[in-house]
């Protein structure tokens, strides 16, 4: 019996230890990047012209176009997903994104958790 408790407590641990051991994930797409097209840019927002190819770059493979709100002061905001995953694939992405001319800002698709409590 001591034995045991003995191996149960050692898997344990050793189950424990491999857990913190991975790296935790992180709260952000690997695959994606937003961008927020400049004001002066809503026709081509809302007529959908930008195109993969406005990007100039080999790693986006497609665009995902969300809606448009007059009401604010830019163009409209677009996910680019990339071909080639990874952090510094989504960095390297968000630096070129923010040097073209139609593009106000870049940044990261964060996740959204929702957490849900029981209705009292």
């Known amino acids: 019996m001591k034995n045991k408790g003995l191996a149960l ?7 424990q ?3 913190s051991l991975r790296p935790s994930r992180p709260d952000f797409s690997l695959n994606e990047v937003k ?3 400049k004001a002066e840019y809503h026709e081509e927002v809302i007529n959908r012209n930008i195109t993969v ?5 080999e ?4 665009l995902n176009y969300h809606d448009y709100y007059p009401e604010y002061d830019y163009g409209g905001r677009i996910t ?3 071909k ?3 952090v510094k694939r989504v960095e390297f992405a968000i630096e070129n994104f923010k040097k073209l001319d139609f593009i106000e800002d870049a940044g990261k698709v964060h996740y959204l958790t929702i957490l849900r409590t029981p209705l009292s």
């Open 59 to 62: 790693n986006v493979s497609e």
């Open 53 to 57: 190819e406005n990007f100039a770059w």
């Open 9 to 15: 407590l050692f898997t344990v641990l050793v189950v």
């Open 80 to 82: 680019v997903s990339l």
């Open 84 to 86: 080639e995953h990874g």
């Open 35 to 37: 961008v927020i097209v």
């Open 17 to 19: 230890s491999s857990c």
